[in-house]
C-alpha cells in the first residue's frame, strides 16, 4: 500500500508524545512503544527487513536519552529520585548495556523480535499480577546493585527501554516506595541510553543497505521528531504520576505493550 510521505513526519512526533508521557508517569523510556511502532513503519517505509529490528532499536535507545533527561529532573523536583541507589548501580547498568549491544547486533531481525515480544510479555505479566515483596525485603549492597545494574542494562540494551520495565519491578519487590521507584527508575534510564546508543552507532557504522540519514543504527529524522516533542510530554507525565491511580495505568499499559509486540511480529512475519 503506497502511503505519502507526509504521514511519516506525522507519525513521529505522535510516537514522541505517547513515549514522554508514559516515561514520566511510569519511569520507562518508552521502548516497549517505540520499537514495534518504529519497526512497523520502517517496514511499511521499504527499508531493509534485515535492518528493520536493529534500526528501531538504536533510534528507540538514541530518542531514550532525552526523554530520560527531562523525566529525570522532573521526578528530581519531586524529590522522588533516590541518589545513592543510581549511583551504585550505575558502573553495571553502563558495562551491561554496552556489551549487550554487540551480541544485538550479530543477531538477525527475527530473533531480536521474537526476544522483545517475550519480553514484553513477561514485563506485561508481571504488571498485570502486581505481586507484594515481603515486608522484611530490602534493596541489596553495592555488590548486588552492581550484578542489578548488568542484568537490567543487558536486557535494556536487547530490547532498546530505559530500563523501567525492570528497574521499578525490582525496587518495589525490595519495598521502595513507588513513586521512588519510578523516579529512581527514570534516572538509572539516562546511563543505560547514553551507553546503548553509543553501542548502536558504533556496531551500524560499517553496515551496507540503511537508508539514507542513518547514524550507525539511528535513523535521525525519526529521533528527531520523537525527541523534540517526548521532552514536552515526559514531565506532564511525571507530575501526573503522583496524581493518578499509577497501578490501574499500568494494567492498561500492560496490555497496550502485548498488542505493539503482536503487531510487530505481524509486521515481520505477517503476509
Known amino acids: 500500500?503506497?502511503?505519502?510521505?507526509?504521514?511519516?513526519?506525522?507519525?513521529?512526533?505522535?510516537?514522541?508524545?505517547?513515549?514522554?508521557?508514559?516515561?514520566?508517569?511510569l519511569g520507562v523510556g518508552g521502548g516497549g512503544i517505540m520499537v514495534p511502532v518504529l519497526a512497523s513503519l520502517f517496514a511499511?517505509?521499504?527499508?531493509?527487513?534485515?535492518?528493520?529490528?536493529?534500526?528501531?532499536?538504536?533510534?528507540?535507545?538514541?530518542?531514550?536519552?532525552?526523554?530520560?533527561?527531562?523525566?529525570?529532573?522532573?521526578?528530581?523536583?519531586?524529590?522522588?529520585?533516590?541518589?545513592?541507589?543510581?549511583?551504585?548501580?550505575?558502573?553495571?547498568?553502563?558495562?551491561?548495556?554496552?556489551?549487550?549491544?554487540?551480541v544485538a547486533s550479530h543477531l538477525n531481525s527475527a530473533a531480536l523480535a521474537i526476544f522483545f515480544a517475550c519480553f514484553m510479555a513477561y514485563v506485561a505479566m508481571q504488571m498485570l499480577l502486581n505481586a507484594k515483596p515481603k515486608p522484611s525485603r530490602e534493596l541489596p549492597g553495592r555488590g548486588g546493585l552492581t550484578i542489578a545494574g548488568l542484568t537490567i542494562g543487558a536486557v535494556s540494551a536487547l530490547v532498546a527501554i530505559g530500563g523501567?520495565?525492570?528497574?521499578?519491578?525490582?525496587?518495589?519487590?525490595?519495598?521502595?516506595?513507588?513513586?521512588?521507584?519510578?523516579?529512581?527508575?527514570?534516572?538509572?534510564?539516562?546511563?543505560?541510553?547514553?551507553?546503548g546508543t553509543l553501542g548502536y552507532v558504533i556496531n551500524g557504522w560499517q553496515v551496507q543497505g540503511t537508508p539514507p540519514l542513518?547514524?550507525?543504527?539511528?535513523?535521525?529524522?525519526?529521533?528527531?521528531?520523537?525527541?523534540?516533542?517526548?521532552?514536552?510530554?515526559?514531565?506532564?507525565?511525571?507530575?501526573?504520576?503522583?496524581?493518578?491511580?499509577?497501578g490501574a495505568l499500568k494494567k492498561i499499559f500492560a496490555g497496550v505493550l502485548v498488542l505493539l509486540s503482536v503487531k510487530m511480529l505481524h509486521s515481520l512475519f505477517g503476509s
Not at 503506497?2 to 513515549?19: E, R
Not at 531514550?64 to 550505575?90: E, K
Not at 547514524?215 to 504520576?241: D, E, K, W
Open 164 to 195: 523501567g520495565s525492570l528497574s521499578v519491578p525490582f525496587m518495589t519487590w525490595c519495598n521502595v516506595r513507588i513513586q521512588n521507584a519510578i523516579g529512581t527508575s527514570a534516572a538509572i534510564g539516562l546511563p543505560i541510553a547514553v551507553a
Open 214 to 246: 542513518t547514524f550507525g543504527f539511528i535513523y535521525l529524522p525519526a529521533f528527531a521528531l520523537i525527541t523534540l516533542v517526548s521532552t514536552l510530554t515526559a514531565p506532564l507525565g511525571a507530575r501526573l504520576a503522583h496524581r493518578l491511580p499509577v
Open 44 to 102: 511499511a517505509q521499504g527499508f531493509a527487513a534485515d535492518k528493520l529490528v536493529h534500526m528501531a532499536l538504536g533510534t528507540s535507545m538514541a530518542s531514550i536519552v532525552m526523554t530520560s533527561l527531562s523525566s529525570l529532573r522532573s521526578h528530581h523536583r519531586h524529590g522522588a529520585v533516590l541518589w545513592p541507589v543510581v549511583r551504585r548501580i550505575t558502573p553495571g547498568i553502563l558495562i551491561g548495556t554496552f556489551a549487550a549491544t554487540f
Open 1 to 25: 500500500m503506497s502511503v505519502s510521505p507526509d504521514l511519516w513526519w506525522l507519525s513521529y512526533p505522535l510516537l514522541g508524545a505517547a513515549v514522554g508521557f508514559f516515561a514520566g508517569l
